[in-house]
């Protein structure tokens, strides 16, 4: 990929752009005050606006479940970037390009991280050599094939109306179509946001020779610099969202076949629940609701709501997260409707 970077000169490594630890910091703050805001409120006993309190009960969920996988997930993109041999991953993957992404989307198997802690994940695949849309694939399936998301769906509805099996095969088939729509783009590069488009552009052989530690030291400071505003900011938006919008009003349109699968959709959207714990959530909602319209939630929800957008834009640009969205949407709506015909 050709790169404008200069050359360096002298032998001492340049030091991260102060921008870095000025997001790192409004990340951590930010996440810090929700947290030591909520312990205050609890041990005080002041009481803020019902609507406000609703607020940050909800964020402070949102954060309590994405906040130790997003650390898992950018622990494994170190790895993957820093401790791994050398293309190890794309040596034992098929040529053919969709079987290559078939086995990719698998990968969520050996990696029990949620949607969020995938995003870093991802984007150290993509700095380590996968194309835009093999890393996608994984994206995609990674929080639905994942194995502690499977147990817990199981646990939730077992095999009752076909919702386990349909949110597995569901969610591979939305990686891998949307997957191979994007592989057909004559430029990948360009669904990537600048800055990260420029990071993975970075010429390694003009950067002078660092220990693994330090690497793994920059990597991490790095994508926690990216990902911890944007987790804090959308756990904000979530909580709001979630204070708006009347449930009552969703539970009405649950006995339509049409209807019930746009509430979930909806539904998935602002809740922006953790995918490990998802099924235990929309459990209640299964004696109101047609099963296809809980697989609409379980599919959709892991990998398209307000939470993960607002992460994903670090990586992304809003033109593909807005046809991402709208694939994902489509395609998870007819899941839904394929699934309440068949149930």
């Known amino acids: 990929m050709r790169t404008s970077a200069p050359q360096h000169t002298d032998h001492k490594h340049p030091p991260p752009g102060v921008k870095r630890y000025v997001w790192l910091a409004v990340g951590i703050v930010g996440l810090a005050g929700l947290l030591g805001l909520r312990a205050f409120l609890a041990n005080t006993g002041v009481r803020l606006p019902n609507e406000l309190q609703d607020t940050l009960t909800l964020s402070f969920s949102v954060v309590i479940e994405s906040l130790p996988f997003v650390i898992l997930g950018i622990i494994l993109s170190l790895i993957v970037q820093v401790w791994l041999p050398d293309g190890i991953l794309m040596r034992h993957l098929p040529r053919t390009p969709v079987l290559r992404r078939l086995c990719i989307s698998m990968f969520g198997v050996f990696l029990p991280v949620c949607e969020c802690g995938n995003v870093p994940l991802a984007r150290g695949l993509i700095i380590g050599g996968f194309t835009v849309p093999e890393s996608m694939t994984f994206l995609l399936a990674a929080p639905i094939v994942n194995p502690i998301t499977i147990v817990t769906t199981h646990q939730a509805f077992g095999f009752d109306d076909g919702i386990l099996v349909a949110r597995i095969l569901g969610g591979l088939a939305i990686a891998n179509i949307v997957g191979w729509l994007f592989s057909l783009q004559a430029r990948p590069t360009g669904m990537l946001t600048q800055g990260f488009a420029a990071e993975c552009a970075r010429p390694e052989q003009h950067e002078h020779p660092r220990s693994r530690r330090a690497k ?3 990597i991490f400071v790095r994508e926690s610099s990216v990902i911890m505003p944007a987790l804090f900011i959308g756990s904000l938006i979530a909580g709001a969202i979630q204070v708006v919008v009347p449930r009552d009003v969703l539970v009405a349109l649950g006995s339509n076949p049409l209807w019930s699968i746009l509430a979930m959709l909806l539904l998935a959207f602002v809740i922006a629940v953790c995918s490990s714990v998802d099924a235990f959530f929309i459990l209640p909602f299964a ?11 379980l599919v959709f929800g892991p990998i398209i709501d307000v939470k993960m957008l607002a ?5 992304f640009t809003t033109r593909v997260l ?3 969205t709208v694939l994902v949407g489509l395609i998870s709506a007819l899941l839904g409707l394929v699934v309440n015909y068949v149930a």
């Open 216 to 218: 793994s030291v920059d």
């Open 322 to 324: 807005v046809q991402l």
């Open 287 to 297: 004696s109101t609701f047609l099963p296809g319209s809980i697989v609409t939630f």
């Open 311 to 315: 992460i994903l834009r670090t990586t």
